[in-house]
């Protein structure tokens, strides 16, 4: 080889070819397992002692249907998470119905309906209690109010 291509060839080999090769190698160091593709990985964070909430009742207004109601709040609440799979540490959300209860509620000749949906849960003992329920009461299908006190204040 000649002086003048030797040098040409060291300097063609540092600026093109061995950055070229690093990337190569680096990129064949790497691997992703996401696992199966229909299955997505969700982490729930360590959330003792904190309060969920579900829903919010800031779109909720008086005058709307029970239908309206149910299409702005959903019809299902996720609750938590349950391992389906430990190997590919897949969750599977665990969900409940909303309104969680529906009941009517007869005063005088009138007739309430009322339907109590999820609003958090407080606390983690497998059950749900009043306190996570939001009462919304309705008649002739039109929201009328609200919240465990304007319940009560119906009934007395």
Known sequence: MKPGYRHFFIK????????????FFLTA???????????????????????????????IHIGMSREEVRSVIGGEVIIGYQMEDVKNKYYKPVTVNNPYRRQDVG???????????????KTADGKVTDDELVPLVFHNNKLIGSGWP????LKN
């Open 107 to 121: 005063i005088g000749s009138e007739t309430y309906e009322v339907d109590f949906y999820l609003l958090g849960i």
């Open 12 to 23: 063609r080999l540092s600026t093109a070819v061995l950055p070229a090769a690093l990337c």
């Open 29 to 59: 160091c790497m691997t992703m397992d996401a696992g199966p593709k229909e299955q997505k990985t969700i982490t729930e964070p360590d959330t003792a002692g904190v309060q969920r909430r579900f829903i919010t009742l800031s779109q």
């Open 150 to 153: 304007y319940l009560n204040s």
